[in-house]
């Protein structure tokens, strides 16, 4: 636990922020102490709730000054715990809701940090753009927590990352001064790039309080199709093959197994099997183009070769929007279906796209020695090798006893992910999950030069003091 606030900084930190501006009612402060897999629980003297740059500035200021410890937290929608503060102030960057600027011509909207990502989506909209990261949380998720956190998401395999969707930003460092970085350009070749070292940082080098994001054209085709395979290594050949046949425009490519798909049947309502019959892998396919007409026809070409070379079991093809979103609403209620089913590891991993199959076959063999009866469960953007390894409670089972074996277990599934080259967390973050865990991994030399980072803008370590070694 972090050291007691003393009240003299807390009625300060009350006086800046005025009426409205803090909050320590427990029922304001419960779902904001609550990660959403309920793994953390946390607790705070303050909820802080600053409502311009200049009120975060004032709060950090006075934090660092007396040394006092920040956890900053966006949407609550990490999955690593980082966002859970143990005693410290916690900053909500939920008031900071201003979009400051949205320009087509520069193909950029200058959103604050609490701004939601389905509301980026919306206004970008109104002038015929599109910000291509999607989540299954974007209704909650917000700008500032998902460039914190280095969000991934479903269209990373064409768009990249986050991290390649940023201009700029504007940010509070450790020491309560403001750096304005809100930059909107494309080439900006002088030094050291700040804003990278914050993408990604999960609040541990600052707050970031706006950003500049890129903007892309909304494109006129789409098609959006399930496909059942055999197994994984199949997917990987519908996946080399996509992208040749489509010349670059695949937009997501994502993997799921069979037993998923039927905990999203059993346990979310209004979900429908996407195939008459049942298989044991199915990818959802999507192709978009700025020419009409173009990536339907892409698609067909893919389906009907596979369906001729035997790679293709069965597929459907979404013939309206709104059946496209029932195809995607089985893969974004992965996670959400599961959570019935009793204790979980779950395991946020990246190999090389070759390593896929290798990856899958390696680790649920080592999972199934190990827990005999296990449920295991690996869906994800097999176009970018992430992977969501999940391996939950036999039937029946215990969840206490499962959960014991958790650690021992994901060690395990790590040390596999490891000797294929591949990385521990490929989109959440490590927050308090995996920093410790993260130095089996990482060499004494990054190590050292991450921590110099971090001790150059943070010495006294205020800001998200249990995350990052």
């Known amino acids: 636990m972090t050291k007691p606030v003393p009240a003299d900084v807390l009625s300060r930190l009350k006086s800046v922020l005025g009426e409205g501006g803090w909050s320590q009612d427990p029922d304001r402060l419960a779902p904001k102490l609550l990660e959403w897999r309920d793994r953390w ?7 802080a709730l600053p409502k311009t740059t200049a009120e975060v500035a004032a709060v950090v200021g006075i934090c660092a000054e007396a040394g006092v410890a920040i956890t900053p937290q966006g949407g609550n929608t990490g999955l690593v715990g980082g966002q859970i503060p143990q005693g410290e102030i916690l900053l909500s ?3 900071l809701r201003a979009i400051r600027d949205l320009d087509a011509f520069d193909d950029v909207i200058v959103a604050e940090a609490g701004v939601t990502l389905a509301a980026v989506h919306e206004a970008v909209a109104t002038v015929g753009r599109r910000f291509p990261l999607g989540l299954a949380s974007e209704g909650t998720a917000t700008v500032g927590g998902v460039v914190s956190t280095n969000a991934g998401g479903t269209q990373v395999l064409r768009y990249g990352t986050t991290r390649d969707l940023v201009l700029g930003l504007e940010a509070v460092l450790p020491s309560g001064e403001v750096w304005n970085g809100l930059k909107r350009l494309r080439k900006d ?7 990278q070292l914050l993408i990604g940082g ?14 892309f054209p909304v494109l006129v085709s789409r098609a959006t199709a399930i496909a059942a395979v055999d197994s994984p290594e199949v997917a990987i050949q519908m996946l080399a093959r996509a992208k040749d046949t489509a010349g670059g425009a695949v937009e997501a490519f994502e993997l799921m197994g069979r037993r998923g798909i039927e905990f999203v049947l059993k346990n979310i309502t209004g979900q429908r099997d996407p195939l008459p019959q049942a298989h044991p892998w199915y990818v959802l396919v999507e192709i978009a183009s700025g020419e009409p007409g173009a990536a339907e026809a892409a698609m067909e070409r893919l389906l009907s070769k596979g ?16 059946q496209a979103k029932a195809l995607w609403s089985i893969r974004e209620n992965q996670s959400p279906g599961q959570k019935p089913e009793g204790a979980t ?9 070759s390593q896929v199959a290798r990856f899958i076959a390696e680790a649920s063999a080592a999972m199934e020695a190990f827990v005999p009866g296990c449920r295991i469960t690996a869906f994800g953007h097999v176009g970018d090798g992430n992977i969501h390894y999940d391996v939950i409670r036999p039937d029946g089972g215990d969840n206490a ?19 294929l080259g591949g990385s521990i967390s490929a989109e959440h973050g490590l927050g308090a999950m995996k920093t410790e865990e993260a130095r089996r991994y990482k060499s004494p030399v990054e190590v050292a030069a991450l921590e110099a980072i971090r001790q150059s803008l943070d010495p006294k370590r205020i800001m998200n003091p249990r995350v990052f070694f």
Request: overall charge negative.
């Open 41 to 47: 629980t946390g607790t705070t003297p303050l909820l």
């Open 345 to 353: 590891w779950k395991h946020d991993i990246s190999v090389p796209v």
């Open 307 to 322: 369906l001729e070379d035997g790679l293709v079991r069965d597929a459907v093809v979404a013939q309206t929007d709104a």
């Open 93 to 95: 960057t939920e008031r």
């Open 202 to 215: 999960e609040g541990t080098l600052g707050v970031v309080t706006a950003a500049s994001l890129k903007l």
């Open 401 to 419: 006893e499962h959960s014991a074996k958790r650690d021992q277990g994901s060690r395990m599934v790590h040390d596999i992910v490891a000797s």
């Open 189 to 195: 070749n002088t030094g050291y790039d700040l804003k």
